[in-house]
Antibody
Framework: QVQLVQSGAEVKKPGASVKVSCKAS????????IYWVRQAPGQGLEWMAW????????NYAQKFQGRVTVTRDTSISTAYMELSRLRSDDTAVYFC??????????????WGQGTMVTVSS | QSALTQPASVSGSPGQSITISCTGT?????????VSWYQQHPGKVPKLMIY???NRPSGVSNRFSGSKSGNTASLTISGLQAEDEADYYC??????????FGGGTKLTVL
């Protein structure tokens, strides 16, 4: 079955970086965009970035420009999201999600289980 | 890009119908048909319920339906059931080549 499996929870200090992985299985990895969405405790969903796994082309939300980098390794069907210069308000659950078509305008039909990132001194 | 506007909460009794609105602008909801709805139970992963305004993924109950008029999209749940109690989020593609979510609506089944 189609699934996205994310890396485990992380605890980081302010100013550090975190890299979350998202391993895809059950479909052709290069056929669908991967999106990154985060959710702070008790808050709503917030789109951060997407990546075209076919050519690695990224797109970032303006809010995260300069702090977030998305990459992929097609040999292991894995996408990555790295967030730098962490602040306490970056504490959140980070999700990866698959687009339900081959366009970047797609909606998100399969989600990873989420990765809790805690930023604390 | 500002978040889409949703009511903070809605409620209904079992068997009733409810509608959740999602208001954007002519640069997102009003221009594109890439509007989707997600259901999220506490502590769980969001689930796609409606895509491209009014399409239901395989496995989603036909009690869920979506529509759009102008800059406002709507999610209607008919025959309300206890298991429908959850948070609901809308999302749209935008002319800034980005995605935006609504603030979320908490549905309470009385």
């Amino acid at each position: 079955q189609v699934q996205l499996v994310q890396s485990g929870a992380e605890v980081k200090k302010p100013g550090a970086s975190v890299k979350v992985s998202c391993k895809a299985s059950g479909y052709r990895f290069t056929g669908n965009y991967i999106y990154w969405v985060r959710q702070a405790p008790g808050q709503g969903l917030e789109w951060m970035a997407w990546i075209n796994p076919n050519n690695g082309g990224p797109n970032y939300a303006q809010k995260f420009q300069g702090r977030v980098t998305v990459t992929r390794d097609t040999s292991i069907s894995t996408a990555y999201m790295e967030l730098s210069r962490l602040r306490s308000d970056d504490t959140a659950v980070y999700f990866c999600a698959r687009g339900n078509s081959g366009t970047y305008k797609a909606d998100f039909d399969v989600w990873g289980q989420g990765t809790m990132v805690t930023v604390s001194s | 890009q500002s978040a889409l506007t949703q009511p903070a909460s809605v409620s209904g009794s079992p068997g009733q119908s409810i509608t959740i609105s999602c208001t954007g602008t002519s640069s997102d909801v009003g221009f594109y048909n890439y509007v989707s709805w997600y259901q999220q139970h506490p502590g769980k992963v969001p689930k796609l319920m409606i895509y491209e305004v009014s399409n239901r993924p395989s496995g989603v109950s036909n009690r869920f339906s979506g529509s759009k008029s102008g800059n406002t999209a709507s999610l209607t749940i008919s025959g309300l059931q206890a298991e429908d109690e959850a948070d609901y989020y809308c999302s749209s593609y935008t002319s800034s080549n980005s995605r935006v979510f609504g603030g979320g609506t908490k549905l309470t089944v009385l």
